[in-house]
């Protein structure tokens, strides 16, 4: 007869414990940026609602800007690096695929107890990555979990695009998760649709262009309105999911913090999800811009900064972006 499989002793919740972000020294504005692309500075704000964003110096390298960010969300959430049982880290801005950069990470740290993965899924990879320390600390294999969104986008996109330069930034936001008393983070509502994988994806190969530079360096490209039609058409309603399966009403709800992608996006998303004037939206695209997999957390960290919302509070966060794909959960705020 078989013997029966011991499993780790499981916490019946999880729930953010810390929040931290980091966000680069340098800050550029619209007119600054139009320099070398035929554009204005009111044109870039129209479409986008962007004033201003930070792009990271050749110090402010992945590694340290999320190590940057990670440290104030241990510091907050009381954890010490040593706790760390699982570093997941959530990029798509890396310029290698080895080793992990949440290998890196958590060495940075001193976290080299913990295990240490990557997660891809672009503007939805935090998202995701909360989702999987979420169930790790539930499940009872985790009880301590860093996850990270980090970003060096003006690495990966072209500065004379105008379609993407305009939009996308650097920066670095970070929560730890934990076991918690009562329900602390709401199951995940997720989904992708590979018929859109084309609308934002890398044209040409690093490969190609390390073995001959003059064959063009690979650059981010991406359709804005079949990605705007898809985020209309699929993540909006995917968002009233979330709160549904959270057990929430718009009424209910105290912070909307989706990926901050365009603001006009996040307006037309709030109002399709029937918030009131009692729900704070994050804003933060006008002075970060879109740091992808970063802007969840780090527009989660500035209303926290801010007091906008406080301890005890609800949080509708949603990611989505290439693939096109998209991960959203409510969280209670630490």
Same mark, same amino acid.
């Given at each position: #007869? +078989?013997?029966?499989?011991?499993?780790?002793?499981?916490?019946?919740?999880?729930?953010?414990?810390?929040?931290?972000?980091? $966000?680069?020294?340098?800050?550029?504005?619209?007119?600054?940026?139009?320099?070398?692309?035929?554009?204005?500075?009111?044109?870039?704000?129209?479409?986008?609602?962007?004033?201003?964003?930070?792009?990271?110096?050749?110090?402010?390298?992945?590694?340290?800007?999320?190590?940057?960010?990670?440290?104030?969300?241990?510091?907050?959430?009381?954890?010490?690096?040593?706790?760390?049982?699982?570093?997941?880290?959530?990029?798509?801005?890396?310029?290698?695929?080895?080793?992990?950069?949440?290998?890196?990470?958590?060495?940075?740290? %001193?976290?080299?107890?913990?295990?240490?993965?990557?997660?891809?899924?672009?503007?939805?990879?935090?998202? *995701?990555?909360?989702?999987?320390? +979420?169930?790790?600390?539930?499940?009872? +294999?985790?009880?301590?979990?860093?996850?990270?969104?980090?970003?060096?986008?003006?690495?990966?996109?072209?500065?004379?695009?105008?379609?993407?330069?305009?939009?996308?930034?650097?920066?670095?936001?970070?929560?730890?998760?934990?076991? +918690?008393?009562?329900?602390?983070?709401?199951?995940?509502?997720?989904?992708?649709?590979?018929?859109?994988?084309?609308?934002? $994806?890398?044209?040409?190969?690093?490969? $190609?262009?390390?073995?001959?530079?003059?064959?063009?360096?690979?650059?981010?490209?991406?359709?804005?309105?079949?990605?705007?039609?898809?985020?209309?058409?699929?993540?909006?309603?995917?968002?009233?999911?979330?709160?549904?399966?959270?057990?929430?009403?718009?009424?209910?709800?105290?912070?909307?913090?989706? *990926?901050?992608?365009?603001?006009?996006?996040?307006?037309? #998303?709030?109002?399709?999800?029937?918030?009131?004037?009692?729900?704070?939206?994050?804003?933060?695209?006008?002075?970060?811009?879109?740091?992808?997999?970063?802007?969840?957390?780090?527009?989660?960290?500035?209303?926290?900064?801010?007091?906008?919302?406080?301890?005890? %509070?609800?949080?509708?966060?949603?990611?989505?972006?290439?693939?096109?794909?998209?991960?959203?959960?409510?969280?209670?705020?630490?």
């Amino acid at each position: #007869m +078989s013997g029966n499989i011991r499993v780790a002793a499981r916490a019946t919740y999880s729930a953010v414990l810390g929040v931290g972000g980091y $966000r680069p020294r340098r800050v550029v504005g619209n007119e600054e940026l139009c320099v070398g692309i035929d554009s204005t500075p009111e044109w870039i704000e129209s479409r986008s609602g962007i004033r201003e964003r930070g792009f990271a110096a050749p110090d402010e390298t992945l590694p340290m800007m999320a190590n940057a960010a990670a440290e104030k969300a241990l510091a907050r959430a009381g954890t010490a690096p040593s706790e760390v049982d699982l570093v997941l880290v959530a990029s798509m801005s890396r310029l290698v695929q080895t080793p992990p950069l949440a290998v890196l990470v958590a060495d940075g740290l %001193g976290a080299r107890g913990a295990a240490a993965v990557d997660v891809s899924g672009a503007c939805a990879g935090f998202c *995701h990555a909360l989702a999987l320390a +979420s169930d790790a600390v539930v499940a009872g +294999s985790a009880r301590q979990v860093l996850v990270v969104g980090a970003e060096r986008m003006t690495d990966i996109v072209d500065p004379l695009d105008r379609s993407v330069s305009v939009l996308f930034a650097d920066g670095a936001g970070a929560v730890v998760v934990g076991p +918690s008393a009562r329900p602390g983070i709401s199951r995940v509502v997720r989904g992708a649709d590979g018929r859109y994988a084309d609308a934002l $994806r890398m044209s040409g190969s690093w490969a $190609r262009f390390a073995a001959d530079p003059e064959s063009g360096r690979p650059w981010m490209r991406m359709d804005g309105r079949r990605v705007f039609r898809w985020a209309m058409e699929e993540v909006a309603p995917a968002a009233g999911r979330v709160l549904r399966e959270a057990g929430l009403t718009a009424d209910g709800l105290d912070a909307f913090v989706p *990926h901050q992608a365009n603001l006009r996006m996040i307006g037309l #998303m709030a109002e399709r999800l029937g918030l009131t004037g009692r729900t704070v939206v994050a804003r933060d695209v006008v002075r970060a811009g879109n740091t992808s997999a970063a802007s969840v957390p780090l527009a989660l960290e500035a209303l926290l900064d801010s007091g906008a919302v406080g301890t005890g %509070g609800t949080a509708l966060l949603m990611g989505f972006g290439a693939g096109l794909n998209y991960a959203g959960q409510v969280v209670e705020l630490p």
